[in-house]
């Protein structure tokens, strides 16, 4: 038995996935299964696609659309988030980020800027948005993706190992990672082992950079350059609740982050 350790570009990033202490062939599988479950999710949730459940969705003008149950779940969690994070985390902002060029505009239709978890109307598998919204679920799927491919190393009889999609980390079973990460300035900043959790790392920035076409769009974003850095026990939710840390008022802002189910571990200040 030897350490397997595999990677693929998806989700606009590159996916690390490894499993330790298994057998060769059964790792093999395990990982398989785990990267085809991060592909389900680029291709159900991808903003960039126009046969997307999410461009579907988008672009339905405010009728109801019958969506996987993953594209739904996602969604679900999305809204929760959005309504008790009192908006300091909001998927509804697509419209914001098409027309500033980050996201593609796929139709002539021109989505409201932002809205509030009550445009999003859940029935089942029907979704249903209103008042013009367009989500985007960049904030928070990627790190689903993870909480899935780690779920199916463990159907696969994987007990310890991790999935790492560019800053969404998560490390299952008896084993530890170091972890270090990189600051606004460039710097590298030594944080503690990470080991049974979720680690996700969100960036802010001064201005656009052609080089980093992500953004986070909320009002009370710093114009300052920054890394925030939250752990959390899934990867959804440290990959979400680094957007509440880059969008809430520095006075709470770690409690804040606490409330919802996170720790925010860097900037420690």
Not at 42 to 60: C, I, K, V, Y
Not at 80 to 87: A, E, I, R, V
Not at 110 to 134: F, T, W
Not at 223 to 234: C, E, F, G, L, M
Request: aromatic content about 4%; some cysteine; proline content about 5%.
């Amino acid at each position: 038995m030897h350490p397997v350790k595999r990677g693929k570009p998806l989700l606009g990033t590159f996916v690390e996935i490894g499993a330790l202490h298994a057998a060769s062939g059964t790792a093999m599988a395990a990982t398989d299964a785990a990267f085809s479950r991060i592909a389900r999710i680029q291709q159900l949730l991808s903003f960039h696609d126009p046969g997307s459940d999410l461009s579907r969705l988008n672009h339905a003008d405010g009728a109801a659309v019958e969506l996987h149950p993953l594209s739904v779940r996602v969604i679900a969690l999305a809204k929760h988030l959005t309504l008790s994070s009192g908006h300091a985390f909001n998927c509804t902002v697509g419209g914001t980020m098409v027309r500033k060029g980050l996201l593609p505009a796929h139709t002539d239709r021109h989505p409201a800027p932002s809205g509030h978890a009550g445009d999003i109307r859940i029935h089942g598998r029907r979704v249903r948005l209103e008042n013009g919204v367009s989500l985007t679920l960049d904030g928070i799927a990627k790190g689903y993706a993870v909480d899935l491919a780690v779920a199916a190393l463990k159907r696969h009889g994987i007990k310890r190992g991790w999935v790492n999609a560019g800053g969404d980390l998560r490390v299952f079973g008896d084993h530890t990672i170091p972890i270090h990460v990189r600051d606004a300035a460039g710097g590298v900043v030594p944080l503690c082992p990470l080991g049974n959790a979720a680690l996700a790392r969100s960036r802010t920035i001064a201005a656009p950079d052609d080089g980093f076409r992500g953004e986070i769009i909320g009002d009370g974003v710093s114009s300052a350059p920054r890394v925030w850095s939250v752990i959390a026990r899934h990867a959804w939710l440290a990959d979400a609740l680094t957007k509440v840390a880059a969008n809430s008022p520095a006075a709470g802002k770690r409690e804040m982050v606490e409330s919802l189910g996170g720790h925010l571990v860097f900037p420690t200040a």
